[in-house]
C-alpha cells in the first residue's frame, strides 16, 4: 500500500520534487489543456529548453519550429494562443517570450542575504535588450521580490563616472 504524499504548496520535499506541480493544477494549466495538445506541447517544451529561472528569454521560432516539429507559421500561432490563455507575452520585434509567474516558480521571493540567487536573477535580466516591450513591465513586477537593480541607471552612473 502506497504511503500518499502531503503535498502542500511550500512544502519543502514537493518543492525539491517538482516547483511547477502547482502550476499544472492551476487555472493557467487548464486553459491550456483546452486550448489543445498542440499548445501543450509548445506550453510544455517553453518550461524546459529555452527557458531561463526569471522566465523572459529569446525565442528563436526557427529553431522552436525545427525542435518541435511544427512550421514556423504554426509555433507564431501556437504562441498566439499561449499569450491567450495567459500563459506567456511575446514580443515578435525582439523574439522576447515572457512565460508569466516563472520566476515566481523558479525562485520565489530572493531573500537579502540569498547573494546567488540575486546575482542570477540580475544577471538574467541584464540578459533583456533594452528594446524589449516588456522588459520595463517585467522590472515593475519583480524588482522588489527578485531585488533586481536598475540596470539601466547603474549603466548611466558608471559611464559618467568614468567621463
Known sequence: MARELNLKKGSSMVDKINPYVFFWRGETADALRAAGPVTMLVACFLNTAYTNHIGLFCLDVDRAASDTGLTSEQVQAELQTLEQTGFLKYDEQTQMVWIIDR???????????????????????????????????????YEYKLRLSDLDEEVEEVATAES
Open 103 to 141: 520566476a515566481d516558480f523558479a525562485l520565489g521571493r530572493i531573500r537579502a542575504n540569498d547573494k546567488a540567487r540575486i546575482k542570477l536573477a540580475n544577471a538574467e535580466f541584464a540578459a533583456i535588450p533594452l528594446e524589449c516591450t516588456m522588459r520595463e513591465e517585467f522590472f515593475e513586477q
